[in-house]
């Protein structure tokens, strides 16, 4: 049986307390000061964990690559509220919707947007080679 405190302990820093932390850094928050129920929040929140989960999980992530996937999301969020006016019929100013646009595919390009499904299924003949003689 694993002890719950020992697997806690592994996963901080040396010398960092949950409760010193904010809710942000411990991961009970995705922004701060923010009720996660509204639409926005949600689709953001969506955002955020799709292209997370896209890149292998939080765990395998440097923080400076959440932190572009963060402003990607955001402005993801704003490009689609923008574009969901224009369908409306409002105007919009397509100037800073282009320049979006331009930042969505500067950061994608950072974070990396190749998602490739690995091939978990072997062939026959690595089955045959891997399999024990009987």
């Known amino acids: 049986m694993v002890d719950e405190s020992t697997t806690v302990a592994a996963q901080k820093p040396k010398g960092s307390k949950a409760y010193a932390r904010s809710r942000v850094s411990n991961g009970?928050?995705?922004?701060?000061?923010?009720?996660?129920?509204?639409?926005?929040?949600?689709?953001?929140?969506?955002?955020?964990?799709q292209i997370?989960?896209?890149?292998?999980?939080?765990?395998?992530?440097?923080?400076?690559r959440l932190q572009?996937?963060?402003?990607?999301?955001?402005?993801?969020?704003?490009?689609?509220?923008m574009e969901a006016?224009?369908?409306?019929?409002?105007?919009?100013?397509?100037?800073?919707h282009a320049l979006l646009c331009?930042?969505?595919?500067?950061?994608?390009?950072?974070?990396?947007?190749?998602?490739t499904a690995r091939d978990i299924v072997p062939t026959l003949r690595q089955y045959i080679e891997h399999a024990e003689p009987a």
């Open 85 to 96: 006016r224009l369908a409306n019929g409002e105007a919009i100013d397509i100037a800073e």
């Open 28 to 49: 009970n928050k995705l922004l701060a000061g923010v009720d996660g129920r509204t639409l926005v929040a949600r689709r953001f929140r969506d955002l955020v964990s």
């Open 68 to 81: 572009l996937i963060r402003r990607f999301s955001a402005a993801a969020v704003i490009a689609e509220s």
């Open 102 to 115: 331009s930042t969505l595919v500067r950061l994608s390009s950072r974070i990396g947007i190749d998602r």
């Open 52 to 64: 997370t989960s896209d890149q292998g999980g939080a765990g395998q992530l440097a923080e400076a």
